[in-house]
């Protein structure tokens, strides 16, 4: 993928991590293999991609990277616990390598939203309601009775943050911020008067994300980034 979009580009400047299949699996259910597949989906997906795109963005001397973790890496559950340590992981990581990029004019972010309604979050709402015997409404209603605007976050809420933070920030602004469905929105209300164009865009997510990548991408090329054609054209979410 790296050396696709280089080709058809010839160059890359950002880098947009996402990606993530942990299931709500009580600690008794989780297996040693389940704990590795998703350490080497997401912690381990996300050092990948950074490893091999950060010459493209050190070469530029200008580079974005910007991941998508979750607030489960600082709010630990029961039921996330794969999630929690992947998003935490990342988090530590992803600052570290913050700190050593930005004498590169390589700002490293990572954004991590509370629950985001898509496919997946529904599938984990499933599995909490099997583990405690509830209704997934029940388990939907204790998911969002947190937030003060009592619903889930949107896709193109998140498309939103990560687009802002692919601008030409200042270094200030270089930093890790969790944010629950309705931080999400509220930043959205003003990010929203940014723009970006950008070149070079190259995304990781996998297969239990296409959707969620597929409106990334088209938000993007609405806001006028250009997004090579491996992603599919705009509103494809099955290339």
Avoid at 184 to 202: E, H, I, N
């Amino acid at each position: 993928m790296v050396e696709a979009t280089a080709a058809a580009w010839g160059r890359i400047d950002i880098l947009v991590n996402n990606a993530g299949a942990a299931r709500g699996i009580p600690f008794d259910e989780l297996t040693q293999e389940l704990w590795l597949e998703n350490l080497q989906l997401k912690l381990f997906g996300y050092l990948r991609m950074a490893r091999l795109v950060l010459p493209h963005l050190r070469r530029n001397a200008w580079g974005r990277i910007v991941n998508v973790a979750g607030v489960a890496g600082l709010q630990p559950s029961p039921l996330s616990m794969p999630i929690g340590l992947n998003n935490a992981g990342i988090l530590n990581v992803m600052k570290a390598l913050a700190d050593g990029e930005a004498a590169h004019n390589i700002l490293v972010t990572t954004v991590c939203p509370g629950p985001i309604l898509t496919e997946r979050q529904t599938r984990l709402l499933q599995d909490v309601a099997r583990t405690k015997g509830i209704s997934l409404e029940a388990a939907q209603g204790e998911a969002t009775s947190p937030i003060p605007l009592k619903r889930m976050g949107r896709p193109e809420e998140v498309a939103d943050v990560v687009a802002f933070y692919e601008k030409a920030l200042p270094a200030k602004l270089q930093q890790v911020k969790a944010m629950s469905g309705d931080e999400l929105t509220r930043m959205v209300d003003f990010f929203g008067m940014f723009q970006k164009p950008a070149v070079g865009f190259l995304g990781m997510t996998n297969n239990h994300s296409v959707h969620h990548r597929g409106q990334l991408a088209a938000y993007l090329r609405a806001l006028g980034s250009k997004v090579p054609d491996i992603y599919g054209p705009s509103g494809d979410s099955e290339k």
